[in-house]
């Protein structure tokens, strides 16, 4: 069972996976970042299908395609999102059915969206946490495989909380993938 990880930004995830020595087969990036330093030093081929539009006009199924094409050259059993920022259209659940998995920063189904530690803040809750669910189409949404709560504290900024929970996140999403692969291997399903 392989695994081809999404990814954004500044790796930290990635590195959290690649810590648990989980079969990463290639990272994919959206975009030139850390993400693309930490798999080459760890031997992993990466992929980076550039997104150059930002506009309302983003030709999201063409880039789709794009990756569910570049991913096509590797052995991929399981698509794992580390903080990828382009959310994806149909072609990759079509190639991937409840076979890509998420994380959010929030205790879903609560807070969903890009701003879910703002918005869990904004709301006043006591506590917040982590989310790692199979992805769907629509955002935020799929079945909740896993979750861990961080509690919040009254002096939380918005970059305060989120660190705990990437705290969190790191030990919690590679656990949960490694179940998730046990699953798969076995011919079950996720959702």
């Known amino acids: 069972m392989q695994i081809a990880v999404l990814a954004s930004g500044t790796g930290s ?7 648990a020595d ?9 975009r030139h970042c850390r993400a693309e330093e930490v798999a080459a030093k760890a031997a992993v081929p990466v992929v980076a299908i550039v997104r150059k539009d930002f506009s309302s006009s983003f030709d ?23 903080g990828f920022a382009t959310i994806l259209g149909a072609a990759i659940h079509d190639r991937y059915p409840r076979r890509i998995l998420n994380t959010h920063p929030a205790l879903l189904p609560a807070f969903k969206g890009w701003h879910g530690v703002r918005d869990a803040l904004a709301a006043g809750v ?20 896993a979750q861990e709560a961080v509690p919040v504290l009254p002096e939380d900024t918005v970059e305060s909380l989120h660190e705990r929970i990437k705290v969190v996140e790191r030990k919690l999403y590679p656990e949960t993938i ?8 076995k011919g079950g399903s996720l959702a």
């Open 13 to 19: 995830l990635l590195e959290a996976l690649l810590e």
């Open 22 to 30: 989980l079969p990463v087969s290639v990272v994919l990036v959206d």
């Open 60 to 82: 999201r199924d063409g880039f789709t395609e794009e990756v569910v094409a570049a991913l096509s050259n590797y052995a991929v059993d399981l698509v794992v999102m580390a």
């Open 126 to 145: 006591k506590v917040s946490g982590c989310t790692v669910h199979v992805a769907e189409l629509e955002v935020d949404e799929g079945v909740i495989l």
């Open 178 to 185: 490694r179940a998730a692969l046990a699953v798969l291997e």
